[in-house]
């Protein structure tokens, strides 16, 4: 079995900055991708960026520039720094990672989620 856990939420006011990070533990043969979505209330949830793993990233428009994200040597963490933060990036984030479990499966999986406030 696999479990995402994301840390690094909070509360900031616009203009600041925040690092999430989330690891994947249990047992599996390689993360394929892993990445960052977001969900405001009354909104759909949204891919904020994903990592690859052969290091390719995709991003949002709306973060470019803004947020990185990143992975670990292990390829079992995933980070998305986060600068500039602006009162809409405020949502619950969600890690995201698409797993080789073992030979012949893949499957999605989500953290809990991690709240992100940014105060005008």
């Known amino acids: 079995q696999v479990r995402l856990v994301e840390s690094g939420g909070g509360l900031v006011q616009a203009g600041g900055s925040l690092t999430l990070s989330c690891t994947a533990s249990?047992?599996?043969?390689?993360?394929?991708?892993m990445g960052w979505f977001r969900q405001a209330p009354g909104k759909q949830r949204e891919l904020v960026a994903r990592?690859?793993?052969?290091?390719?990233?995709n991003y949002a428009d709306f973060v470019k520039g803004r947020f990185t994200v990143s992975k670990d040597n292990t390829e079992r963490s995933v980070y998305l720094q986060m600068n500039s933060l602006k009162p809409e990036d405020t949502a619950v984030y969600y890690c995201?990672?698409?797993?080789?479990?073992?030979?012949?499966?893949?499957?999605?999986?989500w953290g809990q989620g991690t709240q992100v406030t940014v105060s005008s």
């Open positions: 249990g047992t599996f043969l390689r993360v394929n991708a």
């Open positions: 995201n990672a698409v797993i080789n479990d073992y030979v012949l499966s893949v499957n999605e999986y």
């Open positions: 990592i690859t793993s052969d290091a390719s990233t």
